[in-house]
């Protein structure tokens, strides 16, 4: 299973970017999804995450209200619709994969995508 993560660029602050990440192989709708972020000098930390039938979805404090995940299991791809973006968004995105429960600890995802840069300028 190989992640292809895409979508970032550069935006200014309030507005919008949609990250989608396609997942390889036959088995898409059997992980529980996450996204992830890395500002520099950061650790990466939890954004949301999704459960493989797309009914549950968990998300961060800092982005409750303002991100959505989603996912197309017929197309093999999650999202994350990204509103009212702030400067302090600015990061590189990641997408994730396990197989274990719904979880906002990276600890939990066994495979990951090779991340998108997010940049909201101020």
């Known amino acids: 299973v190989q992640l292809q993560a895409s979508g970032g660029g550069l935006v200014q602050a309030g507005g919008s970017l949609r990250l989608s990440c396609v997942v390889s192989?036959?088995?898409?709708?059997?992980?529980?999804m996450g996204w992830f972020r890395q500002a520099p000098g950061e650790e990466r930390e939890f954004v949301a995450a999704i459960s493989w039938s797309g009914g549950t979805k968990y998300y961060a404090d800092s982005v409750t209200g303002r991100f959505t995940i989603s996912r197309d299991n017929a197309k093999n791809t999650v999202y994350l619709q990204m509103n009212s973006l702030k400067a302090e968004d600015t990061a590189v995105y990641y997408c994730?994969?396990?197989?274990?429960?719904?979880?906002?600890?990276?600890?939990?995802?066994?495979?990951w995508g090779q991340g998108t840069l997010v940049t909201v300028s101020s």
């Open positions: 994730a994969a396990t197989r274990r429960p719904l979880s906002g600890n990276p600890s939990s995802y066994d495979i």
């Open positions: 192989g036959r088995t898409f709708s059997s992980y529980v």
